[in-house]
């Protein structure tokens, strides 16, 4: 599977932005997909998580009521909506993906596109 990531930008505190994460592969609509994010000087953490058919979700608490993971498996696409984005949003975002259970922790994570970044300004 590979994977690629966009929809990055630079948006104002409190506006919004929605990351893409499209996928070659025919067996894509099997795996899960996470997105993670990583600042400068510091270490790469999960934002959110989504099961192969959508069912299940997870997010960091960090992000929960703002980000919203979905996934159109017809479009071999995951999506992440990112509302009320806040300076400490900032960072390069990437999508992930895993043939087994849904996971937070990125070692998990088989597939790896390149990261989009996103800034906030304050």
């Known amino acids: 599977v590979q994977l690629q990531a966009s929809g990055g930008g630079l948006v104002q505190a409190g506006g919004s932005l929605r990351l893409s994460c499209a996928a070659s592969?025919?067996?894509?609509?099997?795996?899960?997909v996470g997105w993670f994010r990583q600042a400068p000087g510091k270490e790469r953490e999960f934002v959110a998580a989504i099961s192969w058919n959508g069912g299940s979700t997870y997010y960091a608490d960090s992000v929960k009521g703002r980000f919203t993971i979905s996934r159109d498996n017809a479009k071999n696409t995951v999506f992440l909506r990112m509302n009320s984005l806040k300076p400490e949003d900032t960072a390069v975002y990437s999508c992930a993906a895993e043939d087994g259970r849904l996971s937070r922790d990125p070692y998990e994570y088989n597939y790896w596109g390149q990261g989009t970044q996103v800034t906030v300004s304050s």
């Open positions: 592969g025919r067996t894509f609509s099997s795996y899960a």
